[in-house]
């Protein structure tokens, strides 16, 4: 399950079994840790996840500004709840990547803001999958 943990909303990704391509799945409007956690665990058992993808923001010098630390945070803290392996993956540029897309398509802004943060996920953990087929 690929996320693209924002401060507003998590966007969620799954990938098919053959971990070949990863598609959209739904966003999760950020409340408290207690509940998003909750939330995310439920549909990692419905959907028989096998591990995490983190989106990690890294500022493109390549250092880890604030929301870096709160992605590190958020992932420890998932950890401690799940037995799921979990890893992160810099997504410098996936929502600009994202949005670029949708407005090549001319989907409307209320359009993109509805998708852009699960599509986001999905590019996240499409270039941990093709990573994973490169090694």
């Known amino acids: 399950m690929g996320l693209d943990l924002g401060s507003k909303t ?4 799954l990938t098919d079994v053959t971990l ?4 959209p799945l739904e966003t999760i409007r ?14 990692a058992a419905k959907h028989q996840v096998g591990g995490f993808v983190v989106g ?3 500022n493109m010098d ?7 630390q709160s992605a590190r945070t958020f992932a420890r803290n998932i950890e401690k ?16 990547a994202v949005t670029r897309t949708l407005l ?3 989907a409307s802004r209320a359009r ?3 998708v852009v943060d699960k599509m986001a996920a999905a590019y996240i953990l499409q270039g941990a999958l093709e990573r994973l087929r490169s090694l």
């Open 20 to 23: 070949t391509v990863a598609s």
């Open 30 to 43: 950020r409340t408290k840790f207690t509940a998003d956690a909750t939330l995310l665990l439920a549909l």
């Open 112 to 114: 993109r803001a509805e």
């Open 104 to 106: 090549e398509a001319d």
């Open 62 to 68: 390549g250092s880890e500004g604030p929301a870096a």
């Open 81 to 96: 709840l799940s037995p799921l392996p979990l890893a992160f993956w810099d997504e410098r540029m996936s929502t600009a």
């Open 10 to 13: 998590i966007g969620l990704a």
């Open 56 to 58: 990690l923001p890294v």
